[in-house]
């Protein structure tokens, strides 16, 4: 919808990991130095981990882009609650190689066939496995054996594995010490500063022919930033629905107020409360620290009184009317440009036919 309307050539804020939208954060620089190093290493596994929507896979998706494919076979599993078997038929398909009632040996020959092969012509394989703190120990041990394949000195296959922050505490289990002895790089991707966001609010306008239609004022941004927490996915979602808010009212210029609105709404829709922010770090695996409620961390929050969830009732009541209101503004806008380009096209075949 609000594309044509700002003149923007594609959707700017899409949900989707897309690496023609990679921004480089200072966080995401040092994660690609990490992911770099690892690559270097050229064996064992790389952990990235951070919160939902922090670009974990974009990252990567960016890395890969731009590896030379003629020295790297890159494959991708997205995981669910996975058994060691049902890992190794992942990991065979996601490389192309036939699974169809092949048994558990038969899966690792050819797995490890087309893993040495590919080495034989100078090709490394990478492996990377999203939504790693779905993965069980047995699956986790699975990906272990495979980086067991070995000729000569260099080893076949490297593994990256993308995950929320509590992978962190799956993979520090004593349960998994070896697979921990072969993790030789890890980082914590955490959320962008409210300087940064501003940057990368720009970064993809910018990415899609914007050419400051809507303008976004100081305002605007800082509250981007305050609704978000700095998580791009987050980021993300709100900002097209306020690029979508200025479409339907038709307005150019968009200010901290229509971005609180919005943010409103959302909260109201999705619990969109803004994410903590978590400390960038790139310590060795371990189990994150506890955090324990004390009485005397933080004062006690009174009880919310029966006026105030009325009040709250009220509120996104409110929304609601704002919202059909602009549906119907939208609707009517979307009827005069109708008839807009039927009045255009009965003149243009009144004119043929004179």
Known sequence: MYETFYGLSAPPFQLSPDHRFFFESSVHRTALAHLSYGLDRGEGFIVITGEVGAGKTTLVGHLLETLDRSRFVAARVVSTQLQGDDMLRMVAAAFGLPIAGAGKADLLGRVEAFLLANQAEGRRCLLVVDEAQNLSIPALEELRMLSNFQSGAQAPLQSFLLGQPQFRATIASPDLEQLRQRVIASYHLGPLSA???????????????????????????????????????????LCSRVLLL????????????HVE????????????????????QAAPMAAPPVLAATRDAAPQQAPRRLDGRHDEAMDRIAALERRIAAQERAIARQERLLLQALGAATVMLDAASG
């Open 195 to 237: 300087r940064e966001t501003r940057s990368y609010v720009e970064h993809r306008l910018a990415a899609v022919a914007w050419r400051g239609d809507p303008a976004l004022d100081d305002g605007a941004f800082a509250a981007v930033h305050a609704a978000t927490g700095g998580v791009p996915r987050r980021i993300n979602t």
């Open 261 to 280: 609105r919005v943010a409103a709404e959302l909260a109201a829709e999705l619990d969109f409360a803004p994410a903590p922010r978590a400390a960038t």
């Open 246 to 257: 200025g479409f339907l009212e038709e307005l150019h210029a968009l200010d901290a107020r």
